[in-house]
């Protein structure tokens, strides 16, 4: 779907609008924090076909700079075999334990099912904790229903991994 790109003379599609790697919110230097503005960015976010990270909502659309996966994981339950996740922009995931792993950063990380990646929030780290568990080699995983899923690590990072 081509968008119309026209613009009256003098105005852009570029902002200083950004968020950092720990999902916080930005315009120029000074810190985006009323709640209702953060949910709205979180949910606008999206990535375009070029790979450029831009806020889209009803009406209009501009860019943004984003540091870090395009959602974050903000709670983790454990749905029988599954993982059900709330993601950042208010959706709402199941994925098979297999889909986590230590992102580059270190971080631990899902792939989602549109195939970009996904950090988990340090809550939601603390949610996994439970089920967290170490294996007689040292690797870290999932330990559900009496079965070891040892997180991947290194896995090449999916859309909405670049820098906008």
Request: glycine share 10%.
């Amino acid at each position: 779907m081509a968008e119309d790109d026209s613009l009256p003379l003098g105005y852009s599609r570029e902002t200083a609008i950004r968020r950092d790697a720990l999902g916080r919110w930005f315009e120029n230097e000074v810190a985006i924090t009323h709640p209702k503005l953060v949910r709205a960015l979180n949910r606008w976010l999206e990535v375009d076909e070029e790979g450029r990270f831009r806020l889209r909502n009803a009406i209009h659309w501009v860019y943004a700079q984003v540091e870090g996966p395009l959602c974050f994981v903000q709670r983790v339950a454990l749905e029988g075999d599954r993982l059900r996740l709330e993601l950042s922009n208010e959706s709402r995931v199941d994925l098979p334990p297999e889909a986590l792993f230590l992102s580059a950063e270190g971080r631990i990380a899902c792939r989602l099912p549109s195939g970009a990646s996904a950090w988990f929030s340090r809550e939601a780290v603390s949610q996994l904790g439970e089920w967290l568990e170490e294996d007689a080699s040292g690797a870290v995983g999932l330990g559900l229903a009496g079965k070891f899923y040892p997180l991947g690590s290194g896995e090449a990072e999916g859309r909405g991994e670049v820098q906008g």
